[in-house]
């Protein structure tokens, strides 16, 4: 049990930011980097279940501030998370504050991390960057998550670069918002902690990079109209504060490339990374625990701003939304606390029906899922309504650990009374390659059914679906209902 006072608290992480300051080359040299908290939220967003530390083998441990994080809209509970970077190998210490365990595990399953435990003491050795988490007695609702990454690209040398340090940052004016202008590169330090959202609207040739945290900022990143924007390596907590406080919004946007983002959302509609009438996207790389579905692609632009405009002047956007095509994610974690973990579907335009089309998931855990609405249960979920057509989309490499409620896959071509205004035209060319899931938890039927012969499905191919270390050949054996308006499926 830990007894350390609040002056010694404080004496200790201050001590590790200095200890920062003055040997970043060491630590370089090292091929690890850990990161001071700001000392105005040193007492206000720690958690203190659980005492974890890292070093290199042989060298001196260093602290790592356990960070608060709310999750899981339903419950409001508060978990952990730690973060750090390094090249080579670290060793891990976790100590469990807060009453004995008989048990702990890792999540995802694929995760290369193996827990050793010595009396309360959970050591663990990382021989490359991986996020993950870590459960004592399957205390999913307080667990530590455990952000290690690769080191980031140095802060670029230019006088342009728009750079924020080590310590707390809020925005200018009493703004939401930190202002940024086309052609900026923007650099968190590791160890900065930005109070605040970045808003591209409108902006091209954006480059946000480094180890810093957003924190409590709502709508974390918005773009819409932008072009030309590159995200990454950054650290973003949600709590409830605000609704629609996502990790990310993608509108009407084109050449975006996010990469090793990590984001935590607890909120209502608090998806994780949104994209919806935008081409040429890639996400490579991230873990996210989200409170509503975790990757969604959508056909819906989602600007009233711009409806309104338009309807006040008469004057039509000069940049109209367009089809959703080209969009790539993969190597990611994901944990769904409430919805969906990857989501096409069923938004859309049925004044100016859209396509949403070559769509890739690649190699993506998902832990845990959890979905009570019937009509949008699935962890791998693909919905046609309001006059959209969905076309060449791929899952391959999915492995999913938990359904706590929901389905597996639900592949719909309808008209749902509550979001649609008109059926979809229906849904052609879907592979699901190489998806595996566990069997644990207690998830429902999983559905591929179309509508009529205008919003039908046709051309699904699932190649290689492993349920319960069972290869599936037959819908039947994994439950699958299939209903009306398919053909042109095929189990192999």
Request: proline share 5%.
């Amino acid at each position: 049990m830990r007894t350390i006072s609040r002056a010694c608290r404080a004496a200790r992480y201050t001590a590790t930011g200095l200890a920062l300051g003055l040997s970043s080359h060491a630590l370089a040299q090292d091929r690890l980097q850990t990161y001071p908290v700001p000392a105005e939220l040193m007492y206000s967003v720690h958690n203190d279940d659980f005492t974890v530390r890292v070093r290199q083998p042989g060298g001196s441990w260093h602290d790592l501030y356990e960070y608060r994080v709310l999750i899981d809209t339903d419950t409001k509970q508060n978990a952990s998370m730690v973060y750090f970077d390094f090249e080579g190998t670290v060793e891990i210490e976790v100590q469990k504050n807060n009453g004995k365990f008989a048990d702990v595990s890792v999540s995802p399953r694929s995760s290369a991390v193996v827990p050793r435990r010595e009396r309360s003491i959970v050591r663990m050795k990382l021989t490359k960057p991986e996020s993950f988490s870590i459960q004592f007695d399957d205390d999913r609702l307080h667990n530590l998550h455990v952000i290690a990454g690769k080191p980031p690209a140095r802060r670029p040398a230019s006088a342009s670069v728009r750079y924020f340090g080590p310590g707390l940052h809020t925005p200018p004016g009493g703004i939401d918002h930190f202002p940024i202008e086309s052609g900026d590169t923007v650099y968190l330090e590791g160890g900065a902690v930005l109070r605040g959202a970045f808003d591209l609207t409108g902006l091209h040739d954006v480059k946000i990079m480094g180890r810093g945290l957003l924190w409590e900022p709502g709508r974390a990143i918005d773009l819409e109209g932008s072009s030309n924007i590159d995200i990454g390596d950054l650290i973003l907590v949600n709590g409830d504060r605000k609704d629609a406080a996502r990790v990310m919004n993608v509108r009407n946007s084109h050449d975006v490339r996010v990469h090793a983002i990590t984001g935590f959302t607890s909120g209502k509609w608090s998806d994780g990374i949104n994209i919806s009438t935008s081409q040429h996207v890639t996400v490579d790389g991230g873990y996210l625990r989200v409170s509503d579905d975790a990757i969604v692609i959508y056909a819906v632009a989602d600007c009233p701003l711009c409806r309104q405009r338009a309807a006040r002047t008469g004057t039509p956007d000069v940049n109209p939304p367009g089809d959703t095509y080209d969009i790539t994610l993969r190597n990611m974690r994901i944990w769904n606390d409430v919805a969906h973990a990857l989501y096409i579907g069923h938004f859309g335009d049925n004044d100016t029906p859209r396509t949403i089309r070559d769509v890739t998931f690649d190699a993506i855990d998902i832990a845990n899922l959890d979905e009570d609405d019937p009509d949008w249960e699935g962890a791998i979920a693909i919905y046609s309504g309001d006059s959209t057509l969905i076309r060449n989309v791929t899952f391959s490499n999915i492995r999913v650990d938990r359904i706590e409620e929901g389905k597996l896959i639900n592949i719909v071509a309808g008209n749902n009374a509550r979001y649609n205004k008109a059926p979809g035209r229906g849904i052609d060319g879907v592979t699901l390659r190489n998806v595996t899931y566990t069997g644990e938890g207690m998830p429902g039927a999983s559905i591929i059914r179309g509508l009529s012969p205008g919003t039908a499905i046709s051309n699904v191919t699932i190649d290689n679906l492993v349920v319960n270390g069972k290869r599936i050949t037959d819908p039947r054996q994994a439950g699958i209902e299939v209903g009306p308006f398919v053909s042109g499926l095929t189990l192999r």
